[in-house]
Each structure stands twice: as structure tokens, then as C-alpha cells.
């Protein structure tokens, strides 16, 4: 009976470590997991529309963040459209690494990669750019936003033409609400693999304009922001 005690009492333990590696595989998998899902949102609250910008997921600050008991770090390859997520626990040596193949895929509205980047059309009044809709079902919008910086804050955003076509009319002051598209028809629909010009015009040119965020918005509400300018340092002409 002591001989069972004792051999008992030393495998009970160490059944107890054994146990910790597999929970914390599994925790790590998650962690990781979770870190697809932020670099997907971020990307997309970001307004990351083209595989350039959505490489800023490797900055410091953005790449590494905790969770938890662990922390994620994710590094995106813009030449292979592939992010890597690593999921680590603290204080141990568990680690599980997840991949998902054409991140731009889950942006769904993107910058189209064969056409020109975005750039002023008309002195720095116009601005002009190319989206394209890249999943298997329509995209119908209704709806925008916008944000901008200038060194003139009293220009407003006048117009907005989808191929060609007038969907907004109005004056639209920086960063106000979201407003519903009044011309053309209201709305705006991209069909799968469909590419369309977008051009927006402010009342005059603008100064130093840079920084600049158009949102668009479907009718539940679901929002496509594009930055235009994600560098910071203003657009080319066209």
C-alpha cells in the first residue's frame, strides 16, 4: 500500500504538466486565429483597399498585439497576398502559426490593381480612382462619407460621380454623417469582377489636401472605407 501511495502521488503531478501542453497548443491556435480576424478588421477600418497598404500591417504597434494569457503577431506578404498569424502563451514555449491565402479577397471592394492609383483629375479640386468588387455577389451602395485634411477648411465636398454617372449633389462639410447618395438612381451597383471610376469634387481647390477617407455605405449599413491618400503626404496628378 505504500509502494501504490507513493507511485501514485508522483504521477499525479506530473499527469497534471503533461496536461498544460495541449491546452496551451490549443489556447495558442486561438490566439492565432484571433489575429487573422484583427488584421482583417483593421485592414478594413483602415480603409486599405490594394495590397501596398495592406503591407502596414507589419508596422510596430500593429503587427504584435497581447490576448489574453499570449499574444498574436502577424507579418503580411503583399507579394503573396498571405498573412501569417502566430499565436505564442506567456511563460511557455507554445506556439501555433495560422495562414490565410488572398487576404485582399476579404475586402471585397478594393483600389483595382490595373488601373492608375488614386490621383487629382482637375487641379486639387477632383479627385479620381478606380474600385473594383472582387467577390461572387453584387455590391450595391447608397450611401457615403468623407473625411480630409486641408489648410482651406471651408471647401466642401460638392459631387459624386460613379462611372460617369452623378450619384451625390450637394455640399458635404469634413467628417460629417453619413449621407444617402441623391442623384442617378440613388444607388450605385457593382457586379462581381466589375471595375468603376469614381470621381469626387470639392467647391474649389484644395490646400495641402491630404489624408483622404471615402466611405461608402450599402443600405444595411455595411461600410467600404477607401483611403485615398494612406501615406499621408498628399496625391499626384493624374
Known amino acids: 500500500m505504500v509502494t501504490v501511495t507513493y507511485v501514485l502521488s508522483y504521477l499525479i503531478p506530473t499527469k497534471h504538466k503533461s496536461v498544460r501542453f495541449p491546452i496551451y497548443s490549443q489556447q495558442a491556435f486561438y490566439i492565432a486565429q484571433s489575429g487573422l480576424e484583427y488584421a482583417i478588421r483593421y485592414g478594413s477600418d483602415q480603409g486599405w483597399r490594394s495590397t501596398t497598404d495592406l503591407q502596414r500591417l507589419n508596422g510596430v504597434g500593429v503587427n504584435q498585439k497581447n490576448l489574453g494569457q499570449g499574444t498574436f503577431t502577424i507579418h503580411y506578404n503583399n507579394a503573396t497576398d498571405v498573412l501569417t498569424s502566430t ?78 454617372v452623378l450619384k451625390f449633389d450637394g455640399n458635404y462639410v469634413n467628417g460629417s454623417p453619413a449621407v444617402n ?40 449599413g455595411k461600410s467600404y472605407p477607401f483611403n485615398l491618400d494612406a501615406p499621408g503626404d498628399g496625391l499626384p496628378a493624374c
Open 181 to 220: 447618395f441623391n442623384q442617378g438612381g440613388n444607388q450605385q451597383t457593382i457586379l462581381p469582377n466589375q471595375v468603376i471610376t469614381v470621381v469626387g469634387g470639392w467647391n474649389n481647390n484644395i490646400t495641402n489636401g491630404r489624408n483622404i477617407i471615402i466611405t461608402f455605405y450599402n443600405a444595411a
Open 87 to 164: 499565436g505564442e502563451i506567456t511563460g511557455s514555449n507554445e506556439k501555433r502559426e495560422v495562414q490565410v491565402n488572398n487576404l485582399s479577397q476579404f475586402l471585397r471592394l478594393i483600389f483595382d490593381p490595373a488601373s492608375p492609383a488614386p490621383c487629382w483629375s482637375s487641379g486639387t479640386q477632383q479627385v479620381r480612382f478606380y474600385i473594383k468588387n472582387i467577390r461572387s455577389e453584387n455590391v450595391t451602395l447608397t450611401a457615403f462619407s468623407a473625411t480630409w485634411t486641408q489648410d482651406t477648411p471651408t471647401r466642401q465636398l460638392k459631387t459624386i460621380s460613379m462611372d460617369g
